[in-house]
């Protein structure tokens, strides 16, 4: 259900930055009850009590899951329907959607847009802070003009504290051109509303931070298991895997080219040597290779069947070992 917009939240986009409002009652921004001594433990006392924090993560990225399920099953069918995803965020949020967009086609062989990300201050800020566009709602115009955004494609905004208004400038304009939305922030679901109508709203509230309003440690952690996640099963959706095994990969490096070959001779019971022979005559692609054993075909005809079964192994080889 698209969240409706409410006034005890963020703050609108446009907000004065120099005279910001409040933002005190974020949980992302409150001091943690007993860590004031933080500055004088042992070394190894401050590392227990970041870990202690950190280990609270994965509880709350738990209770969000039936709001990330409702995402992907929105998204999904675009992606079949070649649509794109689309992470936009500024700051840590940003830097955290880029990185998951860029392991998307070296994991599983996807096309590059696939999984896309734009961030505030261009690619300049993966390595430079530009933190000060976060301000701009009108900052993800230029990148989203530049990839044509369509209805097919969906948009997941990302800031940890959920007012960033760069990140509600990008829902504002997805909906302008008829795309899925999400948000995905770390603040309380009640206190998480919605700047602009959202598709969904994904929220995993991880507390105060260890060092105070520092978004970079369990907030950052929690962005990245949920990014992980969203792209991880919407690859495996389609039909990315087989089983767990990663098989929809180009084998362009020596490591890939390894992993590939140990996954055709454990599944065809052939030699190593003849896995590798066959990784090769199937230019690399173990998907390929692995239906040109089953069936003994050539690459042309195993890759005819592959597109017949949409890209899926199981229906044609039946579960992996």
Not at 210 to 232: E, H
Request: charged share 25%; hydrophobic share 40%; net charge negative.
């Amino acid at each position: 259900m698209p969240c409706s917009e409410r006034t005890d939240g963020p703050t609108p986009p446009g907000a004065d930055a120099l005279n910001p409002p409040d933002r005190g009652h974020l949980a992302t921004e409150q001091r943690l009850e007993g860590d004031d001594g933080l500055d004088a433990l042992s070394v190894e006392a401050a590392l227990g009590a970041i870990n202690q924090q950190d280990a609270m993560v994965p509880a709350a990225v738990a209770r969000a899951i039936p709001a990330i399920t409702g995402f992907l099953h929105d998204l999904v069918p675009r992606l079949r329907e070649g649509g794109r995803l689309v992470y936009a965020g500024a700051g840590t949020s940003g830097r955290l959607g880029v990185l998951d967009a860029a392991e998307c086609p070296p994991t599983f062989h996807c096309e590059p847009g696939l999984v896309d990300a734009v961030i505030a201050g261009g690619d300049s800020a993966l390595r430079r802070s530009s933190e000060g566009r976060e301000d701009d709602p009108a900052g993800p115009v230029e990148p989203f003009e530049q990839l044509d955004l369509s209805p097919r494609d969906m948009v997941l905004a990302i800031a940890a504290g959920g007012t960033t208004p760069w990140a509600w400038g990008a829902v504002r304009l997805a909906r302008q051109r008829g795309c899925g939305t999400g948000f995905l922030c770390c603040i309380p679901l009640e206190r998480a509303a919605a700047v602009e109508p959202v598709d969904h709203l994904i929220a995993v509230p991880v507390g105060p931070e260890v060092i105070t309003g520092s978004t970079r440690m369990k907030a950052a952690t929690a962005t990245k298991l949920v990014l992980n996640m969203i792209s991880t099963v919407t690859m495996v959706q389609l039909g990315k895997t087989w089983g767990n095994l990663m098989v929809d990969l180009r084998a362009t490096n020596a490591k890939l080219r390894d992993r590939g070959a140990r996954i055709i001779a454990e599944q065809m019971a052939m030699p190593r040597e003849q896995a590798l022979d066959l990784l090769g005559r199937a230019g690399g692609r173990v998907k390929t290779a692995l239906v040109m054993a089953h069936f003994n075909v050539e690459a042309a005809e195993a890759e005819r069947r592959l597109e017949a079964a949409d890209g899926q192994l199981r229906p044609l080889l039946g579960p992996p070992r």
